[in-house]
């Protein structure tokens, strides 16, 4: 049994927690652990290792889980975690898919993460995987505070190398960019004069839900709303 360390309780960013239903559809058995990791653990410059001496008083199976990269970044140094999409993409097979994305141009953003498992999923789904030359810039999250200016106009030429590109969507691993990209999209738009609004974001885990023909709640959550569960056919 697989236990699952998730941002599930912080409302400011977008959910993560439904990596579960596409673990359990994929037959890999796990659950959610009591005590997620919470909003206060992910500021900048904040010293983790109180958290980590916690979280490593309370694993006391060999298999647990981070869900999301931005929790997974800071709980690797726990020698028992390990990386949710990866043991998705472990046991995920053909039988499972119920939507390729042939007719599909996905943007994944590579800033924060460098979205290794988003790049296999894509491939998986035999979707088209947009190059485009921002996608490793900073989305501007960790200067958010010190200068906004700056940081919605970094995060909206992210926005718009991939939405120019050609790509239908944009995928993250991590939820500061998700952040920036989906939760501020009316500051991004208005800082460059654009307006993207029928573009939107996936997380790794949305996307691997859809693919297996789960329409996760958290699209509900979204500021930029998803068309992809009107388009989507296999």
């Known amino acids: 049994m697989y236990k699952i360390y998730t941002n599930s309780n912080n409302d400011l960013f977008c959910y993560f927690d439904i990596i579960?239903?596409?673990l359990d559809k994929v037959g890999v058995q796990n659950t959610l652990c009591e005590k997620p990791l919470g909003k206060n653990y992910f500021i900048i410059d904040y010293d983790p290792k109180d958290?980590?001496?916690e979280y490593s008083r309370m694993m006391n199976e060999d298999n647990i889980l981070a869900c999301e990269y931005s929790s997974y970044?800071?709980?690797s140094k726990i020698e028992k975690i390990q990386y949710a999409p990866k043991i998705f993409l472990d046991h995920i097979k053909q039988e499972h898919i119920k939507h390729f994305f042939k007719q599909f141009n996905i943007g994944i953003?590579?800033?924060f993460s460098n979205a290794s498992c988003s790049l296999e999923l894509a491939k998986i789904l035999k979707a088209k995987t947009i190059d485009f030359e921002r996608k490793y810039k900073s989305c501007g999250y960790r200067f958010l505070n010190l200068n906004a200016e700056l940081a919605y106009k970094s995060s909206a030429a992210i926005i718009l190398d991939a939405y120019d590109g050609g790509c239908d969507f944009l995928v993250v691993e991590d939820f500061?960019?998700?952040?920036m990209f989906d939760k501020c999209y009316e500051e991004l738009q208005t800082i460059s004069n654009r307006n993207f609004e029928d573009f939107y974001i996936l997380s790794f885990?949305?996307?691997a839900n859809l693919a297996l023909g789960i329409v996760p709640y958290t699209l509900k959550k979204h500021k930029l709303k998803v068309s992809l569960i009107n388009e989507n056919r296999s």
């Open 20 to 22: 579960k239903d596409a």
């Open 51 to 53: 958290i980590l001496d």
């Open 73 to 75: 970044e800071i709980m």
């Open 109 to 111: 953003y590579q800033g």
């Open 176 to 179: 500061y960019s998700f952040y």
């Open 205 to 207: 885990a949305e996307l």
